[in-house]
């Protein structure tokens, strides 16, 4: 694990919890809490930004994180990148937006996570972001879960081929089929 991520993350958490925004902890820490630990240089969460944009980028920097394009992220890539100064580690924050990331925070568990409470995404989340992302590390993940984790599956599926639809391809869900496949063997 990347040094001084603990260290990074809770102070994020505490700047959200100040702010008293909703989130949920996804990618590899979630994958390690859901399944099986596994290395990761940083933290990514699900936030409910809406209308909280500026009072999170002055009190992320004030808890010594540097945001240089947060709007512009956000703006381009519906995630903004913030890095803690002391530690080097980067936290990456996704807008909660739309119905999947409505549902993200709807379905999120309190969780211990080392010294830190915080909220986690759900499996069946955490599941379906890795099956919507086409690095092979998220199929590694994804295929992780499906062998360690009970799930929904009929819950996967359901996004999976919602997010097919607004994509206008089948990538996702044959992501998941691949990853059922080799979470067999």
Do not use: C
Not at 131 to 157: G, I, K
């Amino acid at each position: 694990m990347q040094p001084g991520l603990h260290e990074a993350l809770g102070a994020a958490l505490q700047v959200l919890h100040d702010l008293g925004l909703r989130y949920a902890l996804v990618g590899g820490l979630a994958v390690s809490a859901w399944a099986v630990p596994r290395a990761t240089r940083d933290a990514d969460l699900w936030v409910d930004l809406e209308g909280h944009e500026n009072d999170l980028v002055v009190e992320l920097r004030s808890a010594g994180f540097d945001v240089p394009a947060m709007a512009e992220e956000l703006e381009n890539f519906g995630v903004f990148r913030s890095r803690h100064v002391a530690t080097g580690v980067f936290i990456d924050m996704f807008n909660a937006v739309g119905p999947l990331g409505k549902s993200i925070l709807d379905r999120r568990k309190q969780a211990r996570l080392g010294e830190h409470d915080t909220w986690l995404a759900s499996a069946e989340d955490v599941a379906v972001l890795k099956a919507f992302s086409d690095r092979p590390r998220d199929l590694d993940d994804l295929v992780a879960l499906l062998q360690v984790t009970p799930l929904d599956l009929n819950y996967v599926s359901q996004w999976a081929e919602r997010l097919d639809a607004s994509i206008e391809s089948n990538e996702v869900s044959e992501r998941l089929r691949s990853a059922r496949a080799k979470a067999k063997h």
